[in-house]
């Protein structure tokens, strides 16, 4: 069973190595969770090594956190934290075809009209 906390063979990567990786633009509501707290949130981007998160009361960097998006959760740590933005760095990375997964999830939303699912800058997080 997968449990909050870093592996010990996880590998860090540096901030050059992350922005090398491709980004999948999305909006796509989900679940951040702590150990202690559980809060709303929309991902933002993905990536195989992270994701861009947005929503309130945002955990710090250093917090081991896990992202719940409709059926898949991954794991990771928090490494930047600005306002109301968050990114995360995954455990493990995610093969391509799990990235598909989420952009699918956004243009799924999208042609519902929920992309915006709502606007962080007007109202709660859905």
């Known amino acids: 069973m997968k449990s909050f906390g870093r592996k010990a063979s996880v590998q860090r990567l540096s901030e050059y ?3 090398r990786v491709g980004r999948t633009n999305v909006s796509v509501p989900g679940s951040l969770d702590t150990p ?3 809060r709303s949130v ?3 981007d993905v990536s195989p090594t992270g994701a861009s998160v947005r929503g309130h009361d945002l955990p710090k960097v250093g ?6 998006i409709e059926s898949s959760t991954v794991f990771g740590t928090v490494i930047w934290q600005k306002g109301e933005n968050c990114g995360l760095q995954f ?3 995610l093969t391509k075809d799990e990235v598909k997964l989420f952009d699918q999830a956004h243009k799924e939303a999208r042609d519902l009209d929920m992309e915006s699912w709502p606007d962080q ?4 997080v859905a």
Request: no cysteine; proline share 0%; net charge negative.
């Open 42 to 44: 929309v991902l933002a």
């Open 63 to 68: 917090n081991f956190v896990k992202l719940d």
């Open 36 to 38: 202690a707290t559980r």
């Open 91 to 93: 455990d493990e990375f």
């Open 17 to 19: 190595e992350r922005r």
């Open 121 to 124: 800058s007007q109202s709660d």
